[in-house]
């Protein structure tokens, strides 16, 4: 390898956010040869022109999403929240804005590997379009291929098994809904058909999943949700101040993995701080449930928690053509908690596990995603790369005495017995020395633009060796990561994190400010960017002005260090 990084290959595979910044971040430190690789035919990863559909919408507050280069414009439909249309066109124009020429699409990259010299990768691609396979050769690489693009289909839900059924309906995953939505709107039946009508019944309580039902049911189709149980959201009669709903705020009420502030250390260290903590979350819940009007027997309130969990639609000021308005108005049957079995002898529905049957023509599953990146790895790689879970090998020296985690649920089965080392959620411990791999977007956030915009700075910093609080070899990073793990186990005990690590490894989630702010300081510059003093920095209101500048700080700092 030449000795400056500048001058070296980079490929950044993936065209979504996280993709898009961390090239154009990278080119704007001198990188001479970036190259974005997709398999997609356009920009935007999961909020590409053919992936969206109609009724899918963001579920952050407008502003909360967006990069520091292009200001976001209001949603073109009105309201305060931003549709799958909106971040589409804001991705298309970033890209033409900033990115002309450097995004290469319809490739399929998979069996990445290291060439026989060890240095550097080989990538194997497949053209989708002219259906050329070539190796190409680059000095470093960036993972951007997201967690939200490989379906995860349960066995016994899957077309095979429907096959083995006789089920005569479709069955489709949510990833295919924009492909398929003409297929499923002939199949569905009108909404004022009889019971005995098969409906499109839909597996799975997340965003995917109220989305699509509110999308059929504003189509005037029969639509049944079927699911363990929904994801939380927060919504109010009318908007919030910003000094409320976009600020710092919420993540007070959330503990990190250290509590930088006086009061973190009272909230999750002291039994009225707990009190108030509880007090907070609670009335969130409560008051959101008013605000949509949810009956107090309804399945709509069986939510999981939003404190303990890394899943929340921000719903504003209810619409009413969305999912809780149009389920409390019947328009969408709601069945939990309830587990789907697989398909009844019939051929015309599916039985659930207390032994009811659901009629149904179509059955959509919405029922998650696995890791994108075990297809593009040759086995021996992802294991010298250390991006392959191990089994967890608890510490009893990683305890945190936090009154607010003191009545956590049960830790999930897979989180107990799996651990995952990707340091800072950015770079596989094993690898860490080598400065040649980086992954960006494999973080649950709240505010996905500001992380992975921050991410992509620590990324460029790493690669061109910039003075850092970083780990210096494999076994300390490893250390490092043994730790986090135990945190995320503790702090989100039902996520697995290890088993989607392209999605959750790591859950910044509440505390994505606390997150942003370790990567920050690892790059020496100033933390807790909102302003205001001890008390009043929960309720500045969150600026993406705060990291425009971000290259030319980390060029001042290398200037300040080298001279
Ligand atoms: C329906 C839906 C709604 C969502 N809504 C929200 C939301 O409201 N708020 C939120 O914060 N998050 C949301 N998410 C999560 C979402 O995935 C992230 O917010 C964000 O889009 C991730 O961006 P990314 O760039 O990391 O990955 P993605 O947007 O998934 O992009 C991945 C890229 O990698 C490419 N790729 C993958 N594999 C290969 C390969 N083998 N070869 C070449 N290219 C490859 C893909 O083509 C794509 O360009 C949602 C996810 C889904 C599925």
């Known amino acids: 390898m030449s000795r400056n990084p500048r001058e070296e290959s980079v490929a950044v595979i993936g065209s979504g956010v996280s993709g898009l910044i961390t090239a154009y971040t990278l080119i704007r430190d001198g990188f001479e040869n970036v ?34 280069p292009l200001k976001m414009p209001p949603p073109v439909s009105g309201g305060d929240r931003l549709s799958g249309y909106d971040m589409n066109k804001y991705f298309e124009t970033f890209a033409s804005q900033f990115l002309e020429g450097k ?49 995860r289909i349960p066995k016994e839900l899957s077309p095979e098994a429907a096959a083995a059924a006789g089920f005569k309906g479709l069955v489709m995953h949510t990833v295919d809904f924009a492909r398929k939505i003409d297929v499923l709107l002939a199949h569905a039946a009108p909404a004022e058909s009889g019971p ?53 705020l919420l993540s007070l009420f959330s503990p990190h993995i250290h509590l930088r502030t006086a009061s973190e250390r009272f909230l999750h260290t002291t039994w009225v701080g707990k009190k108030i903590v509880d007090f907070m979350w609670n009335g969130l819940a409560d008051s959101s449930f008013k605000a949509m009007n949810i009956p107090a027997d309804s399945p709509l309130r069986n939510t999981v928690s939003p404190f303990w969990h890394v899943r929340v639609n921000d719903e504003g000021v209810p619409r009413p053509n969305g999912f809780h308005p149009l389920a409390v108005a019947g328009k ?5 908690p309830a587990h789907v079995a697989g398909f009844s002898e019939d051929g015309g529905s599916v039985s659930l596990e207390d032994g009811r049957a659901v009629r149904a023509s179509v059955l959509v599953l919405a029922t998650g995603y696995t890791s994108s990146w075990s297809p593009l790895f040759e086995e021996n790689t992802i294991e010298e790369l250390g991006l392959k879970p191990h089994l967890a090998q608890p510490n009893p020296e990683h305890h945190w005495d936090y009154t607010t985690l003191s009545d956590a649920p049960p830790l999930h089965p897979d989180a107990k017995k799996w651990s995952f080392s990707l340091y800072r959620g950015l770079v596989p411990a094993k690898n860490i020395h080598r400065r040649d791999f980086a992954v960006n977007g494999a973080c649950i956030s709240l505010n996905n633009g500001y992380t992975v915009e921050v991410a992509s700075h620590w990324i460029s910093s790493y690669f061109l060796s910039d003075p850092m609080r970083i780990a210096q070899t494999p076994e300390e990073a490893f250390k490092e990561t043994e730790r986090d793990a135990a945190w995320l186990k503790r702090r989100y005990p039902e ?38 003093n001890g008390l009043t920095w929960p309720f500045h209101v969150i600026d993406l002005k705060e990291i425009e500048h971000l290259k030319e700080e980390r060029d001042a700092k290398r200037a300040e260090i080298s001279s």
């Open 35 to 68: 190259e974005i690789l997709t398999k997609d035919a356009h920009v935007g990863g999961i909020w590409a022109r053919d992936r969206i559909y109609p009724g899918l919408f963001l579920n952050n507050v407008h502003g909360e999403y967006r990069l520091s």
């Open 103 to 151: 995004i290469q699409f319809n490739l399929d990259v998979h069996n990445i590997r290291r060439p026989a010299s060890g240095q550097g990768w080989l990538l194997d691609i497949s053209d989708l379009k002219s259906g050329i396979q070539e190796t190409r050769e680059y000095a470093r690489l960036v993972m951007c291929t997201g967690g939200s693009s490989n379906p």
């Open 196 to 248: 005995d009508t098969p409906s499109v019944v839909v597996i799975g309580g997340g965003k995917s999943a109220q989305d699509v039902c509110a999308y059929l049911a504003n189509e005037g189709k029969k639509v049944t949700l079927v699911c363990h149980n929904l994801d939380p959201f927060t919504a109010g009669p009318k908007p919030l101040p910003e000094f409320l709903r976009k600020s710092r």
């Open 332 to 336: 969408i049957e709601v069945l939990s």
């Open 495 to 532: 996520v697995p994190t290890a088993l989607n690590a392209s999605l959750t490894g790591y859950l910044a989630f509440w505390t994505w400010p606390q997150h942003v702010d370790d990567l920050l300081e690892d790059m020496g510059l100033p933390v807790m960017r909102g302003g205001g």
